[in-house]
Each structure stands twice: as C-alpha cells, then as structure tokens.
C-alpha cells in the first residue's frame, strides 16, 4: 500500500463552532490526484481549507507526513484586483519558501520566475496589474506560482471556475504533469465528466463523506443521488456534534 500523506481521523470542521463538514475519515496517498465533489453547500472548500491548514478541527484529528510543503490556491474570488501589485510580483511569491517575505531576487530567480511565465503562457505579462487581466489570465498567473512554490502537495478550490476552454485544457495539463512528477494534488471540482477524464480518485461530500476511492466507483448515480438527499436534509442550525463513545 503506499504511504498516507494525510490522514484525516473523525474530523470535523465550521465556524463559530458550527459545523459545516462532520466526521470526516480518510487517507490521502503520497503522489494521488484527488478530486473533492459534491453538491452545492457540500463544505468542499470548507474540508480543503482544513486540508491547508487553514482552519482547525472541531473535532478529530488531521495527521499530515512531517515537512510536507503545501501550495493552496484559493477561489480566484477570493483575490482582490484591485490591489496594485504588478503580475511579475504576484509570480514572484511563489519563491517566499526560499528568499523570505523580503528578500530580494537573485538573477537566477528572476530567471525561474519569466519561466513560469512562459510555461503558463504569459511570456510578455510580466508588467500588468491584475485588474487588467480576463479570469483565465489571472488563473494561468496564479498556476504560475504555484510552479514556483515546488509543493509536495498542491490544493486547489475550483481552478477551471469561469475560465475559457483553452485555459481549462491547458491548466488541466499541468496538473497532470505534477501528478506523473510523484506530487499529491487535491482539487474541488464540479464538472462531473471532467472528473471521469482526469482524476483517479475522488471524494465525494455531502457536509460528511459519502464515498471515498477510485473515481469510477465513487461516481455513482446512487452515491450521487444519496449526496444530494443528505444536503437537502441537513439542519443548518445544528449544534456542534459530539463524537460518539465506542461502544
């Protein structure tokens, strides 16, 4: 069997001490591609955050390979355009791991980071601010740092969200480019065929899980149509769960 990279035990996450993910249990394998689906209100991202770190558990435990790096990339939502930063510098952070929130570039980084460029294809991008760009551009830039922080385990939140078909494609192919290097990518996903296409295992939620493995398996129109009756049932104005005694 190959080593966990993560191992998540009864963990339960939410805000406020009100739960939005309950009990979830699990192994994430070292070098796996993993998609988190599931219907809207699911606690998808809410589970990814607590995967990054963002976020600790209510309960349960998330037990994570000592010294694993993580990359996560939020909902490009989540991002304020308006910031004045030039797209070099939002690039460029990717290289924080090695030079310091404040430490200056060598020639040999600013090398690395007109590469990602490149790689991403936005060769000529260097100088524009973010309010200048289409959503797929800002996406391709962010992939961009992501290549440069050199994770072992890359996370993240809807990334082919309102992008253009060529971009979709071509982000899509980098991932699997990560995925045949040996790192481990978990991503929130909703386009079910996309999915089947290109991710080998996935999870699929329901504010709990409901099934966990092999993609083929997991997509079932039973498991698919459990998930959406455990949404539509769920009380939004539950309490926080206890853990139940072993008997």
């Known amino acids: 069997m190959t080593a966990a990279l993560l191992t998540l035990t009864d963990m339960t996450l939410g805000y406020d001490r009100h739960p939005a993910v309950h009990?979830?249990?699990?192994?994430?394998?070292?070098?796996?591609?993993?998609?988190?689906?599931?219907p809207n209100g699911a606690g998808?991202?809410?589970?990814?955050?607590?995967?990054?770190?963002?976020?600790?558990?209510?309960?349960?435990t998330l037990a994570r390979t000592p010294g694993?790096?993580?990359?996560?990339?939020?909902?490009?939502a989540a991002l304020d355009r308006s910031f004045p930063i030039s797209l070099f510098d939002l690039v460029a952070a990717g290289l924080w791991h090695r030079t310091g929130a404040f430490g200056g570039l060598s020639h040999k980084d600013r090398h690395a980071v007109h590469e990602a460029f490149e790689r991403v294809g936005l060769q000529g991008f260097e100088r524009r601010t973010l309010d200048a760009l289409s959503g797929g551009q800002l996406q391709r830039a962010?992939?961009?740092?992501?290549i440069l922080q050199n994770a072992d385990l890359i996370l993240l939140d809807e990334p082919l969200a309102a992008i253009d078909t060529k971009t979709s494609a071509d982000l899509l192919a980098m991932i699997e480019v990560w995925h045949a290097q040996g790192?481990?990518?978990?991503?929130?996903?909703?386009?079910m065929q996309i999915v089947r296409d290109h991710f080998p295992q996935s999870l699929l939620l329901a504010r709990e899980c409901v099934a966990h493995g092999a993609t083929v398996d997991v997509l079932?129109?039973?498991n698919l149509g459990r998930a959406r009756q455990m949404i539509e049932a769920f009380d939004e104005e539950a309490h926080i769960c206890?853990?139940?005694s072993a008997s």
Do not use: C, W
């Open 68 to 76: 694993t790096r993580i990359a996560y990339l939020p909902q490009s």
């Open 220 to 222: 079932t129109e039973n």
């Open 142 to 146: 962010l992939f961009a740092r992501l």
């Open 242 to 244: 206890a853990q139940e």
């Open 23 to 38: 009990h979830v249990s699990g192994r994430i394998e070292r070098g796996s591609l993993t998609a988190i689906i599931g």
């Open 183 to 191: 790192r481990t990518i978990i991503a929130v996903l909703h386009d």
């Open 44 to 60: 998808k991202s809410t589970l990814l955050k607590g995967i990054a770190g963002a976020m600790s558990p209510l309960s349960g």
